[in-house]
């Protein structure tokens, strides 16, 4: 089958939809994003500057980036094995596990911070063993970082899932004739052809992971300073009429989304050979 | 071979980068370990509308102690805060919007019983009223409580069910329409719901009404408390806005109580006692007039009654049998308030 090469468009119909998807664009996207910079801005460079190094705005950076930190990574293993298992092993139930691999993306991320309250509070499953032990998960670091792994499970796994099933296990199959050990067989076969689809999952989770507001808003206690992330400090903000605050610390939020999408675009244009490679696969 | 030696640079700067990140990560738990561990620190769980007043105590505080200390603040709609303290949040003081939610915590055996005894004034170092503000010029003639059920006025104020000032809200407006009407319960039952019926937005907490009325221009007015009221006023004086005071209202208390089972385990007793004792020295009790709440201490409250005008207030104790049974009556599960939103939805 030839495909045909896009072309700027002719027809009267087709520049209509062209204008409509500008617009909408420039509507649902821009327009936010514009907002956003104005009202940080509002009062001047100054009083934005000194509304982001205060204490309590750095320490939520600091906490965002930690938790991403960790929770990522770990994400990202599991990704890589479970996608591994899911394209290269057949077991009983593999529909179901896949199904509730994607349970994240469908349930409410307040339902997915509620969990870890009914489980690990004081009144909970485990509340009893955990005071006892003066194990502290919720309103604390970990429970931050468990309910963002959660909202951002199926990210990592669901970029790979297809790319390898589409791949096939020719390649790894060949290597192993050749003697390859396991691992040889991971590193210098199966990883180098999901590096794309990996970093792209990566770089989604990492998003999502320090935007994310409900499943971390249950489970934070909203302490200033200590267990307040970016998203939950910028609502503090706004809610006590800072709102040079708020939007300087969105900024900041909309910031390191916009990073790691440059960082995306990037690592696609520097690669792209390559990338077209693999996605012709 | 150069394929695989790219290869591995790539990897190497990849656990480089990871290594870096994992070491500022056990650093940062390393201090977070720390903070925690010295009795230095304090975690006050409180509602909303004090996270002003409670920055500047904390300053005041910290300023007269000893020892070097740093108290952490979280606020939010009072429910929400006493199921967050019931579910661990290791508050070593709370100072919430009303008893009844201390009374929650302590039923869990979290604090002492008899709480409201073991400080001045029933442990309420502050108590505020309820009042309406309308915008500038007060364009629906808004004056009392009667206004608020005309048609075409529409009334912001949070859900009683999570918001401790709305049930204030709710238990001033009854008691007004119980006066008003003679005592007549379903003619006051008629009153209430039809309030209800102008209520376009029910927030969570009450910082969340005033941002729906002040940020977002919803409704014609705001059921606040007066500090609320009052410092909105302050902060946005440029929109425009003004206090009307009803012919009644309700002597609202927002108490405060040690969480004894918590200053227990981390050894912080004594300086959490003293800090919310410390809310009855004559230096606090000037700053919660500052910030808008009325000083629980009369003396004190003579230096400001230009400011806080009075009014006729009726009493939760005395008009409504108490907190546990205005809660029963009116905002327990199936109660007044659950069947006057079940028939307006109908």
């Known amino acids: 089958m030839k495909v045909r090469a896009p072309e700027a468009p002719k027809s009267f119909p087709a520049l209509v939809l062209l204008a409509f998807a500008v617009l909408w664009m420039a509507l649902v996207i821009l327009l936010p994003l514009v907002n956003v910079l104005a009202e940080a801005f509002k009062q001047g460079v100054q009083p934005y500057l000194s509304s982001i190094v205060q204490p309590d705005a750095l320490s939520a950076i600091r906490l965002t980036l930690l938790v991403a930190g960790i929770a990522v990574p770990l994400n990202a293993v599991f990704g890589i094995a479970a996608a591994w298992c899911f394209t290269r092993f057949d077991f009983p139930l593999k529909g179901l596990l896949l199904s509730i691999l994607d349970l994240p993306f469908t349930i409410s991320p307040v339902i997915s911070g509620i969990v870890w309250v009914l489980l690990f509070g004081a009144h909970g499953w485990f509340g009893a063993f955990l005071q006892a032990h003066d194990i502290k998960i919720i309103y604390a670091l970990p429970g931050l970082v468990i309910a963002t792994i959660l909202v951002t499970l199926p990210f990592v796994a669901r970029e790979l899932i297809p790319l390898m099933q589409d791949q096939g296990t020719d390649e790894e199959v060949a290597a192993v004739t050749l003697g390859a050990s396991g691992w040889d067989v991971f590193f210098r076969v199966t990883l180098p052809n999901i590096k794309w689809a990996l970093t792209y999952g990566v770089l989604l989770c990492t998003a999502r992971a320090m935007g994310e507001f409900g499943a971390v808003s249950v489970v934070s206690g909203h302490i200033r300073g200590l267990t307040n992330t970016l998203p939950l400090h910028i609502e503090v903000l706004y809610n006590e009429y800072d709102s040079v605050g708020a939007f300087a610390a969105a900024t900041l939020l909309a910031g390191l989304a916009l990073v790691t999408l440059v960082l995306k675009s990037l690592l696609e244009w520097r690669f792209a050979d390559e990338l077209a490679a693999h996605r012709r696969h | ?346």
């Open chain 2, 1 to 346: 071979m150069t394929d695989r030696t790219t290869l591995s640079r790539r990897w190497l700067l990849k656990g480089a980068a990871a290594t870096g990140l994992a070491g500022q990560a056990l650093s940062l738990v390393a201090c977070g370990n720390t903070g925690k561990a010295t009795a230095t620190t304090l975690l006050n769980v409180s509602y909303d509308p004090t996270r002003e007043f409670y920055v500047a105590y904390n300053k005041l505080f910290a300023a007269t102690a000893e020892s070097p200390v740093t108290v952490n603040q979280s606020h939010g709609g009072s429910g929400k805060q006493t199921t967050a303290v019931i579910e661990g949040l290791e508050a070593d003081v709370v100072s919430l919007a009303l008893a009844h939610d201390i009374d929650a915590i302590a039923e869990k055996g979290l604090i002492a019983a008899d709480w409201a005894t073991r400080l001045p004034y029933n442990s309420t170092p502050y108590y505020s009223t309820i009042v309406f503000l309308v915008r500038k010029g007060n364009p629906k003639a808004i004056k009392d409580w009667s206004d608020l059920v005309k048609p075409g006025v529409g009334v912001i104020t949070p859900n009683p069910k999570t918001s401790g000032g709305a049930r204030w809200n709710y238990l001033a407006a009854y008691g007004w329409a119980l006066k008003a009407n003679a005592g007549d319960t379903a003619k006051a039952d008629a009153y209430i719901e039809q309030l209800y019926r102008n209520v376009p937005v029910l927030d969570t907490g009450a910082r969340g009404s005033t941002t729906t009325f002040v940020q977002r221009g919803q409704g014609d007015v705001l059921l606040a408390w007066e500090n609320e009221a009052l410092l909105a006023l302050k902060d946005s004086a440029a929109e425009g806005f003004e206090v009307v005071y009803p012919s009644w209202s309700i002597r609202a208390e927002p108490p405060v109580a040690v969480v004894d089972k918590n200053v227990e385990k981390k050894g912080t007793k004594e300086l959490a006692t003293a800090y919310l004792e410390g809310l009855f020295s004559d230096e606090a009790q000037k700053l919660v007039a500052e910030y808008h709440y009325r000083p629980a201490n009369p003396e004190i409250g003579k230096g400001f009654t230009d400011k806080f005008p009075t009014l006729p207030l009726l009493s939760v104790d005395t008009d409504f049998g108490g907190w546990k049974k205005a809660h029963a009556d009116f905002f327990a599960a199936g109660a007044a308030f659950d069947k006057l939103q079940a028939r307006i939805n109908k």
